[in-house]
């Protein structure tokens, strides 16, 4: 087999297994990032609920929540946040939309009773 040969099956090949390999890269740091935002919004979620808790109304727990949102994920938009004080539990839903047709639901629930109310 000739020089020539040999370059020309390396590029194929080459170019075989970057058309493969690219795409799972991408997809690795893609699935990544969305678990490392699902971490970061369970956290915060948390914290809402925490200050809900700590006897806060619920509209500046959701405006501390809404700043701390936008100020550490401002890839996509929070489509929905609730915060609630039932009688047994206090309660936080999440959903955060990222791009087309991905959306991230989030729940949060923590006994009245660790809340001191």
Same mark, same amino acid.
């Given at each position: 087999m000739?020089?020539?040969?040999? +370059?020309? !099956? %390396?590029?194929?090949?080459?170019?075989?297994?970057?058309?493969? =390999? &690219?795409?799972a890269?991408?997809?690795?740091? +893609?699935? !990544? %990032?969305?678990?490392?935002?699902?971490?970061?919004?369970?956290? =915060? &979620?948390?914290?809402?609920v925490?200050?809900l808790a700590?006897g806060?109304?619920?509209?500046?727990?959701?405006?501390?929540?809404?700043?701390?949102?936008?100020?550490?994920?401002?890839?996509?938009?929070?489509q929905?946040?609730?915060l609630?004080?039932?009688?047994?539990?206090?309660?936080?839903?999440?959903?955060w939309?990222?791009?087309?047709?991905?959306?991230?639901?989030?729940?949060?629930?923590?006994?009245?009773?660790?809340?001191?109310?």
């Open positions: 000739s020089f020539k040969n040999q +370059l020309g !099956a %390396t590029m194929v090949e080459s170019a075989i297994i970057l058309a493969v =390999l &690219l795409p890269v991408g997809f690795g740091l +893609l699935l !990544a %990032t969305s678990a490392g935002l699902k971490t970061l919004a369970n956290h =915060l &979620l948390y914290e809402g925490i200050c700590e806060e109304t619920v509209f500046v727990c959701k405006k501390k929540l809404h700043r701390q949102l936008k100020k550490i994920m401002p890839i996509g938009e929070c929905r946040v609730r609630t004080s039932g009688p047994y539990h206090l309660r936080g839903d999440l959903v939309k990222i791009g087309v047709g991905i959306k991230m639901h989030i729940h949060h629930q923590i006994p009245k009773r660790l809340g001191g109310r």
